[in-house]
């Protein structure tokens, strides 16, 4: 049995079908059911047992033979006036599923630990900066003067983004470094990088097959246009290599890299996400990402 973390949706849908096809059973585990209607129990040795509103049995522990952490969907609290209670019951519930996600031993695509450095965004540059890749100059700060001398230290080419990503970067402007802007640092840091032109690459990497496209668009952002032009493309053997290398730096079994090259040919990274939306590039380059990913949950990494 293939356990898929997050709730059913058009991209988990996908890979279910595919796993589906090869024979496997596959049970969705959608958190915000728990405690209400998913039942869990397991003890310190890692023996233990899940039941979902999905399939009224039990299934242990032993039954599951891999797990796609598609998404966490997060936690249904209850509703209650007192607000310590409701963040008693929150930590108690995500020590729980924490607990879970470590204590079932089996093929994760990805490892919890794999999943939650990604919520680190700039720890995760810092790790592959000290492991030799490129990656843009970055300053996370809340502080005016420190943001106004890193823009103009890139010549005025920079770009913030959130944290913790889910929004679309923004190219620095000179309004921007008004002091009406530059207020509002004091709520909020912000995550800067130096602007790196060029073409935006995506590579989708599962164990160690790689997926190569190359994304153009006429737009600055490429992830807001729709009529994006997503094609298959090809790396020198190095990136290549670099690519297997940042995945297994980060403990990633799955994961979509960001990077980009530039004019003078040289490869940036950004980042890499460890559970990549990868059906719009399935669908616009033809590659078969899908299927490598049932292929691989099926054989559960062996």
């Known amino acids: 049995m293939i356990l898929i973390l997050g709730s059913s949706d058009i991209h988990s849908d996908r890979v279910r079908q595919k796993i589906e096809a090869r024979g496997k059973q ?7 059911t728990f ?10 040795a890692g023996e233990g047992w899940i039941q979902t509103p999905e399939l009224p ?14 998404c966490y969907e ?3 609290l ?4 007192d607000v310590a209670y409701r963040f008693f019951v929150q930590q108690e519930l995500e020590a729980a599923l924490g ?43 809340n502080d005016p003067e420190k943001l106004v001398a890193f823009y103009e230290a890139h010549q005025r080419h920079a770009i913030v983004k959130p944290l913790a990503g889910s929004a679309i970067a923004h190219k620095l402007t000179d309004q921007d470094m008004a002091p009406d802007a530059l207020s509002r640092l004091s709520a909020l840091p912000v995550q800067c990088q130096e602007f790196i032109p060029g073409v935006d690459i995506r590579v989708h990497v599962i164990e160690d097959e790689l ?30 290599d670099q690519c297997r290398r940042l995945a297994r730096t980060l403990g990633l079994r799955l994961t979509g890299i960001d990077l980009r090259r530039t004019p003078d040919d040289e490869y940036v990274f950004f980042e890499a996400n460890p559970s990549p939306l990868f059906m719009i590039y399935e669908d616009r380059s033809g590659l078969k990402i899908s299927d490598c990913l049932a292929d691989t949950l099926v054989r559960g990494g062996s």
């Open 26 to 32: 596959v049970v969705c585990f959608d958190t915000r």
């Open 35 to 44: 405690p209400t209607q998913t039942r869990i129990s397991f003890t310190e």
């Open 57 to 70: 049995n039990r299934i242990p522990f032993s039954d599951i033979d891999a797990v796609y952490w598609y």
């Open 74 to 76: 997060g936690l249904s």
């Open 78 to 81: 209850p509703s209650h006036q």
């Open 99 to 141: 607990s879970l996600w470590r204590n079932l031993d089996t093929y994760w695509v990805n490892p919890a630990t794999a999943i939650e450095l990604h919520r680190f965004k700039p720890h995760q540059l810092s790790i592959l900066k000290s492991a030799g890749f490129r990656v843009p100059e970055t300053l996370i700060t």
């Open 211 to 240: 997926f190569i496209t190359e994304v153009h668009t006429d737009t600055e952002h490429y992830k807001t246009d729709q009529a994006m032009r997503i094609l298959p493309a090809a790396l020198p053997a190095s990136v290549e």
